[in-house]
């Protein structure tokens, strides 16, 4: 068991400059599109409330509320009342800021162990929030892959794609190099280091509405 020399204090600082960084870039100002989206403003329906919860895993750790994902199998009878508060978020646009807070459990990746950058944040969040957000995200998946928003080159968090096929493809460019009597193919491997936590989410915002989704 790994027991790391690091303050509250230090484990704080390093979260807060991870999750919060600033951005100095400037963006254009965004217009109203041409071709508005209403898929993340189409009413909720119980039939997606009852998919989200059905995708929940049991036997996990409850978020900050203490609401474990066994509550809402169980509880069937709860789905209309969810359905009628996430469509009040929906038309409000009003996402609740309870929402926003998480437990956060670092597990050890390698290196120091005294080193907060050596693990990986996991985020404890509330399990009606995850059920909201499946359903959002699962929208936003289907128009993505329907407008061919992402290129076809990602296999990375994409149903029915893997490394798998990138793994095929890059066999071939190196089989066609060698039947080609080329000696030498180069490849650039790039590992981004938090990518997930760097994302600019102002300019993520403005591509998303440039492409008619509203906030």
Not at 106 to 119: F, I, Q, R, S, T
């Amino acid at each position: 068991m790994i027991k790391p020399n690091i303050s509250l204090a230090d484990w704080k600082k390093h979260f807060e400059s991870l999750l919060n960084q600033s951005t100095t870039a400037k963006y254009d100002k965004v217009h109203e599109p041409t071709d508005y989206c209403e898929i993340t403003d189409t009413p909720i329906t119980e039939k997606e409330i009852q998919e989200a919860i059905r995708h929940l895993k049991r036997n996990k750790a409850s978020g900050w509320d203490g609401i474990p994902a066994e509550v809402l199998k169980n509880a069937r009878y709860i789905i209309p009342f969810l359905k009628a508060f996430f469509n009040a978020l929906l038309d409000a646009g009003y996402f609740p800021k309870p929402w926003c807070m998480s437990i956060i459990v670092p597990l050890y990746k390698k290196g120091n162990a005294d080193e907060p950058g050596n693990y990986r944040g996991v985020s404890l969040l509330s399990v009606v929030s995850k059920v909201f957000t499946y359903i959002l995200n699962k929208r936003l998946t289907e128009w993505a892959e329907e407008q061919s928003v992402i290129a076809k080159e990602q296999a990375g968090v994409r149903s029915d794609h893997s490394t798998v096929d990138h793994i095929f493809t890059f066999i071939a460019i190196i089989q066609k190099s060698m039947s080609q009597g080329k000696r030498k193919a180069y490849v650039a491997f790039i590992d981004y280091e938090k990518a997930f936590d760097s994302v600019d989410r102002t300019c993520l915002w403005s591509l998303l509405c440039k492409r008619g989704l509203s906030r």
